[in-house]
């Protein structure tokens, strides 16, 4: 089956601390994108990578930091210069100007 | 940037009428896509239209896109119980070169009361 899967679902954690996010996708597809959700908003993006080892600032990159060394791998670490962490964050991946595929999210709490 | 405006924020209905939920967008765009999202799931796209199409069907849905206005609307006709999502538009913005970078709106939250 082909898909988008983010690990882990729930992710908490104390505020000062680093906490890494998995995406991996078995689509074959190029590029990938991390975004963040917050209660009753829209997706707002985060990083995006085309290819391997190449990957862009979204509009909110700011305490966020992404590492793309395989096609199928996209992490996000949310590190603690992140003044909000706590949010949904979605993993996508597409290819040209086609639908993006998405995963399940993992919910980050930070207290 | 929040390019896409959804209205209504929220809309809830019967089973069996129909959902018309509006986007707007400031820019040019290559494509506008429709997604869906249960509660604390991922997306799922339903329907893409490009900028030279004016209206486009997909089993129950209809989207229609007014470039000229830059709205788009999702029509959903004889609503199930399980319609019940938010629905957001996203808005392809039109570069010549460089990666999809999709606009999301903030969504509007349908309910299909029984």
């Known amino acids: 089956d082909g898909g988008i899967t983010q690990s882990p679902k729930y992710l908490f954690r104390k505020e000062g601390q680093n906490v890494t996010l998995s995406c991996e996708q078995n689509?074959?597809?190029?590029?990938m994108y991390w975004y963040r959700q917050d209660p009753g908003q829209g997706l707002r993006l985060i990083y995006y990578?085309?290819?391997?080892?190449?990957?862009q600032k979204g509009d909110i990159a700011e305490g966020y930091s992404v590492s793309r060394e395989k096609k199928e791998s996209f992490p996000l670490t949310v590190t603690s210069a992140q003044k909000n962490p706590t949010a949904f964050y979605l993993c996508?991946?597409?290819?040209?100007?086609?639908?993006?595929?998405f995963g399940n999210g993992t919910r980050l709490t930070v207290t | 940037s929040q390019q896409g405006e959804e209205d209504p924020q929220a809309l809830s209905i019967q089973e069996g009428e129909n959902a018309t939920m509006n986007c707007s967008y400031k820019?040019?765009?290559?494509?506008l896509q429709w997604y869906r999202q249960n509660s604390g799931r991922g997306l799922v796209h339903l329907i893409l239209?490009?900028?030279?199409?004016r209206e486009k069907h997909s089993g129950r849905l209809r989207v229609t896109l007014d470039t000229s206005k830059k709205s788009s609307s999702l029509l959903i006709t004889a609503s199930r119980a399980a319609d019940t999502a938010s629905y957001f538009c996203?808005?392809?913005?039109?570069?010549?070169?460089?990666?999809?970078?999709?606009?999301f709106g903030q969504g509007t939250r349908l309910t299909i009361n029984p």
């Open positions: 820019t040019s765009i290559n494509n």
């Open positions: 996508a991946s597409g290819t040209g100007r086609s639908p993006l595929h």
């Open positions: 996203a808005t392809d913005p039109f570069v010549i070169q460089g990666a999809q970078k999709l606009v």
């Open positions: 689509l074959n597809h190029d590029a």
């Open positions: 990578s085309q290819i391997v080892n190449d990957f």
């Open positions: 239209i490009r900028s030279n199409e």
